[in-house]
């Protein structure tokens, strides 16, 4: 048996010292927030069991689901997952590299690398559908390289193949970018090394595979009229069209969420991997999942006015996995992209966990524009709908239902109200909210506590008309000893109920004030 050397053990010891660390600062921040908007919608899938929703497949709902034992889960339950899970991202993608040939040093390079670039050390803390695209993803290639090094009539390949279309599909069902990864294997099966192999049933069985996991929503979307592909490619791309706006977003994008050292890298990984191409079947494969992944992602990302920078970030996977294969970064290139890469997720860990932002931007602080806010309001603004909800059922016979002005107002309050109370939204478009609750049924209640805080500038009573303001409930948000988010909780009721009731007079001219419609509670809260 082999004898482990000190060389030997360092990468080891340097990759699972990262791992442990990186694990450590996710789990406090874990401990200490709530969900960010989109987190809290995922988290509203649970509530909801469907194939699809407008935004995405329906695997992320199911996880959520799961997380939360048949209802929504909350944010710790749901970040202790999340954090764990994205501690084997790297890992899978070291396996993965060693599965395409990579020395165990290399494939631990490629861990290491993968856990401090900060689109992934950061961006996979939440509840997102790319946690589980990643995996399934960096999954695929590994058994799809595995399959391609194993003789083609080999019970191992037929087992490796059917393994890669039963997680293409998994993909598929996490984003519908999955289909690339598809694309990019099929692609890859046209080569001399691989076209012989649709002589076997692998292929064919992995194909059966793939569309019987996606099956649902296929059938999901043809009965009810693609509404998630018309929501992604119609509905929210009005002011869509190839510019240099577009260009620069995309551009930024890139530098801001992987930092230069780690996009430089890439490069040099990807310039590799063009001259390799047609080295083997394990090259080929590589070289088809970065393109046909990378042109498809980089086109929407170039036309979309509303693109993100992480809906690009699959086409960097497959040069992750060869990067272990390749000599084309040099050590201090690979140094300065971890030290990068530690030092941005130390400040956003300060940025999000301290009040040091708040405090040492002063006026130059603009409080709307920052996410980490996002994850503090809302244990205030769930105290704040707990008591609203309870005196509004309390003073007033009738149906109560929660709306708010937007969908990320909407999705915190049902991921944390779960089937309590009945959630609509008012937003300015359709979203999921008008197929969980029509608005023709909220609008019909008769009390309605309409949330809102301070990022939207509106008067309930304007919002809904035919509605009189029976209490308001406020709470203020302190980061740094200063407000960064105020959220407003109003009681409406229909103007032809409260006409009728036996509300006192005292109550309805309490429930008036001449700074405003309604009475406050106010609160402050710091985390």
């Given amino acids: 048996m082999a004898v482990m050397t000190p060389s030997d053990r360092a990468p080891w010891a340097l990759a699972l010292l990262s791992t442990l660390a990186l694990g450590a600062v996710r789990l406090h921040v874990a401990w200490g927030t709530g969900f960010g908007d989109a987190e809290a919608l995922y988290a509203s899938y649970a509530l909801h069991p469907q194939p699809a929703y407008l935004d995405h497949p329906g695997l992320v709902g199911s996880i959520a689901r799961l997380i939360g034992r048949g209802g929504a889960p909350s944010p710790l339950e749901a970040h202790l997952v999340t954090a764990c899970a994205a501690g084997l991202v790297p890992w899978v993608a070291g396996f993965a590299s060693r599965a395409a040939g990579a020395t165990t040093r290399g494939a631990l390079g490629v861990v290491l690398a993968l856990t401090w670039v900060p689109e992934l050390a950061i961006g996979l803390f939440g509840l997102t559908p790319d946690l589980p695209l990643a995996l399934c993803w960096l999954g695929a290639l590994a058994l799809a390289a ?8 080999s019970f191992r390949a037929l087992l490796y193949t059917l393994g890669v279309g039963a997680l293409v599909g998994l993909a598929t069902l996490a984003k519908v970018s999955g289909l690339l990864l598809g694309l990019g294997l099929f692609a890859a099966s046209l080569g001399p090394g691989l076209r012989s192999r649709y002589r076997t049933l692998a292929p064919w069985g992995a194909l059966a595979v793939a569309l019987v996991l996606m099956a649902k929503v296929l059938h999901y979307e043809l009965s009810e009229g693609w509404p998630m592909a018309r929501h992604r490619l119609i509905a929210t791309q009005t002011a869509s069209g190839f510019s240099l706006r577009n260009l620069g ?28 191409r047609r080295e083997d079947a394990v090259s080929a494969l590589l070289f088809w999942c970065t393109v046909l992944v990378a042109l498809p992602l980089g086109g929407i990302c170039l036309w979309s006015r509303v693109a993100e920078p992480h809906w690009f970030a699959p ?19 690979s140094r300065a992209s971890v030290y990068t890469g530690v030092t941005v997720v130390a400040f956003a860990w300060l940025w999000i966990r301290t009040p040091l932002a708040p405090r040492l931007l002063g006026d130059a602080y603009r409080a709307r524009y920052d996410l980490a806010n996002d994850l503090y309001s809302w244990k205030p603004g769930a105290l704040l709908l707990d008591e609203s909800l309870e005196a509004a059922r309390r003073e007033g016979g009738g149906s ?6 937007h969908w990320i107002v909407c999705a915190q309050a049902h991921a944390h109200l779960g089937r309590r109370a009945l959630v609509g939204c008012n937003g300015p478009r359709r979203d999921d909210f008008d197929g969980w609750l029509p608005r023709a049924r909220w609008a019909s209640a008769r009390h309605v506590l309409y949330v809102h805080d301070s990022r939207f500038a509106l008067d309930p009573e304007r919002e809904l008309p035919g509605r009189v303001v029976r209490s308001v ?8 000893g200063r407000v960064v988010r105020t959220l407003w909780v109003t009681h409406l009721e229909r103007l032809s109920d409260y006409a009728g009731s036996a509300v006192s007079p005292a109550l309805r001219s309490k429930s008036v004030s001449s700074s405003g419609p309604g009475f406050g509670v106010v609160r402050s809260f710091s985390p």
């Fill in 146 to 153: 595995m399959a391609a090094r194993a003789p083609a009539q």
């Fill in 473 to 480: 409930r406020e709470a203020n948000v302190v980061r740094g």
């Fill in 249 to 276: 977003a995309f551009l930024g994008g890139q530098l801001a969420y992987l930092t230069p050292p780690f996009l430089v890298g890439a490069a040099l990984v990807a310039r590799d991997l063009f001259r390799r």
């Fill in 315 to 333: 086409a960097y996977l497959a040069l992750a996995v060869h990067l272990g294969r390749a000599e084309a970064v040099g050590p201090r290139l």
């Fill in 400 to 405: 109560v239902v929660v709306v708010g002005p």
